[in-house]
Every structure is written in C-alpha cells, then in structure tokens.
C-alpha cells in the first residue's frame, strides 16, 4: 500500500511540474511575440524609462487652471529634439511630476477649444470632437542606454474624433502644454493657411514669439514665428489633399464630400532648416 501511495505522489509531483512548466513556457512565448510585435509596430513596452523630477516641487507656476510645471529652455529643446528625432516609442506610467491622463484630455479639449477647433467655423454646428484614447510615451532613439530619462523629454498623444474632423495632440508630460498638433478636416475645410492662429499656438504652448511678424512662404502653405529665445521656433504648415470624387481615407474609412481634405499642423522646433522658404 506505501508502494503505491508513492507511486501516486510522484504520479501526481510529475504533472504539478508539468503544468507549471508548460504555464512558465507559454507565459515565455507570449511575452516574446508581444515584445516583437511593439518592436515591429515601434513601440517599446517598459517599466521605468523616465524618473522622477526631483526638483519639479520647486518650479511650479499657478495659473487660472491649477498647478503648472516650468522648464528651462534648454529642457525645453532638449525634450523637442528627443521627441521630433525619435524612432519608436517607449510606453509607460506617469510619474511624480508629470500630468495625469485625465489632465491630459482635459488640456487637449482646452485647448482645441481655444484654437477654435471644437466647434464654430471648423467643427459646423454640433459636432463636437469626443475623446478617443491616450498614451503616455518616450521617444526612442537609437543606442538607448537602460538610464532613466528626466521626465520632461515624455509626452502624452491624445486622440480625438468628430464628424469633420480627427486631431492629434502632443503634450509634454511636464508642463501639461500641446507643443504639436495634427488636425485632419474632411468636412468645413479651412480654406487656406490660418496664419493668425500660429501666435496663439505659441501662446498656450506656454512660450512667448519674438517680436515681428509671422514669415509666411511663397506658397502660402506654411507660416513660422521665432521663439523670443532664439532657440526654438514655431511652425504651421497646411495641406491640402485632393484624391476626387467619392474618394474613401483610407486610415480612416471616412468618405470625403468634396474629394480632398486638409492638414492642418501646429509644432514646436529647433532647427529653423526645417522651414520651406
């Protein structure tokens, strides 16, 4: 009877292992394939590429709205560079010092309605951008070391969607400030460049222009503004997309009523080779 008592318990020890090696295998595989799969897609999974701002106690700025967090404008530059150069994306967490996700989308949607995006003449009546989804990412960059970045150089990508249009904007993670955006019109186009606009970009990008005037290229498909500092610049370029009758987006699946549709893009930079005079 002990006889088959042990066979029993070895019987039984040998499955135990069994099941708990095929869990740790199929656990290895899946995390193999979604490691490829973000690297192919170039997005990066991990679990603390930013730090904590130690000092961002110390910079805070009160405003209308809350608690803003300063930066230098070397942090400033350095944070656009990183992010305007980057080849992928790291996702993660916020950390201490950088906006949550809900603040995020509500400076999104602050700012789409001062730019007059969420309604008026580019939305038509009633329709209103909703909120689609938000990330919260690093840029990549090649030869990335494991050291942690400051989390100035993170930003969040706040999608939204409407019945004319799409818009993307890009927030640092710090400052809570949109310093690109890409909005989308397939409907109530902006007829031409909307180079009034580029001043108040700069504005709530929580910048001040150099004074003059906005330079504007010959075709009159992009405006620009210098940054008082002379480090960075402001830029808004217009696109306007003509593919003919009843064509189809096809990112979007969005049939267009006049064949074309317009970019509209707002963006901090930093190196003014980027303009086309």
């Known amino acids: 009877m002990k006889k088959t008592y042990k066979y029993t318990f070895l019987t039984l020890s040998l499955a135990l292992a069994f099941i708990f090696g095929s869990m740790a295998a199929t656990n290895l595989i899946l995390y193999i394939r979604e490691g490829r799969l973000l690297a192919e897609s170039g997005i990066v999974a991990a679990e603390f590429p930013v730090r904590p701002w130690q ?9 209308d709205g809350g608690e803003r967090y300063s930066l230098t404008t070397g942090q400033v530059k350095d944070a656009v560079e990183s992010w305007n150069q980057r080849l992928g994306e790291t996702l993660h967490d916020p950390v201490k010092g950088q906006v949550s996700m809900e603040e995020a989308v509500r400076e999104g949607e602050e700012w789409l309605m001062a730019m ?11 329709a ?10 690093v840029g990549a960059q090649k030869g990335n070391s494991r050291v942690p970045l400051e989390p100035y150089y993170s930003f969040w990508t706040v999608h939204f969607s409407g019945s004319y249009m799409d818009a993307v904007l890009y927030l640092n993670a710090v400052t809570g400030r949109v310093w690109r955006a890409e909005a989308t019109f397939y409907s109530n186009l902006p007829e031409g460049l909307p180079g009034e606009k580029l001043g108040r970009f700069v504005e709530m990008a929580g ?10 290229n010959e075709d009159k498909t992009q405006a620009y503004l210098a940054i008082e500092d002379g480090l960075l610049y402001a830029r808004l370029d217009y696109q306007n997309v003509v593919l003919g009758d009843n064509a189809v987006v096809e990112h979007t699946s969005r049939k267009l009523p006049y064949g074309r549709y317009v970019v509209v893009t707002y963006e901090i930079f930093t190196d003014p080779k980027n303009l086309q005079l």
């Open 128 to 137: 209103g951008l909703g909120f689609v989804k938000a990330t919260l990412g």
């Open 55 to 63: 000092g961002w106690e110390n910079e805070r700025e009160k405003e």
């Open 116 to 126: 007059g995006m969420e309604q008026g003449e580019a939305m038509g009546e009633g």
């Open 207 to 216: 910048m001040q222009a150099a004074d003059g005037a906005a330079g504007i």
